[in-house]
C-alpha cells in the first residue's frame, strides 16, 4: 500500500458497500442528516438500527484514532466565542440539511448513485457553495 491513493479509494469503496448493503437490506438511505433526525421524533420499530448505524460511526473513529493516532491533528483549544461561532455553523448546516432534504451523504454517496436528479442538483449546490466559501474565505476575508 504505497500509493497515497490505496487508502482513500478502499474508504470510498467501504462507505459505498456499507451505503448499497444499507439500502439493499433494509431499504434505507444512508444519509447522516436523515438518520439523526429521525431520532428526534422516533417512530416505534425504528429506532435500533439508527442508533447502531451512529454507534458503528463512533466505534470505527475510535478504532482508527486508536491504530493510527498521527492520522489526526493535535486538538486545539477552543475559546468560548470559537466553540458559540462553531455550534451556530453546526446548526446552520443542521437546517440547511433539513431544507435541501438531506446531506452530502444522502445525495452525495446515494442519491447520486440511484440517478437521482434532484441529489444530482443537490450535490452540485453544496460542490460550488464549498468552492466559493473557500474562495471568499482565503481571497477576500
Do not use: E, K, N, Y
Not at 491513493?5 to 437490506?25: D, E, H, K, R, Y
Request: hydrophobic share 50%; aromatic share 6%.
Amino acid at each position: 500500500m504505497s500509493s497515497p491513493f490505496v487508502l482513500p479509494l478502499l474508504g470510498g469503496a467501504l462507505i459505498g458497500l456499507s451505503a448499497s448493503l444499507l439500502l439493499l437490506a433494509h431499504g434505507r438511505v444512508a444519509g447522516i442528516s436523515g438518520v439523526v433526525g429521525a431520532l428526534l421524533g422516533p417512530v416505534r420499530g425504528d429506532v435500533a438500527w439508527r442508533i447502531l448505524f451512529l454507534g458503528g460511526l463512533l466505534t470505527g473513529g475510535l478504532l482508527l484514532a486508536w491504530l493510527h493516532p498521527g492520522g489526526f491533528p493535535a486538538p486545539v483549544a477552543l475559546d468560548v466565542g470559537r466553540a458559540s461561532l462553531l455550534g451556530g455553523a453546526g446548526l446552520l448546516v443542521g437546517f440547511g440539511s433539513q431544507l435541501g432534504s438531506g446531506c452530502t451523504s444522502g445525495h452525495g454517496v446515494c442519491g447520486i448513485s440511484r440517478g437521482s436528479v434532484r441529489s444530482i442538483v443537490a450535490t452540485l449546490t453544496f460542490m460550488a457553495t464549498g468552492v466559493l466559501t473557500a474562495f471568499l474565505v482565503r481571497h477576500v476575508l
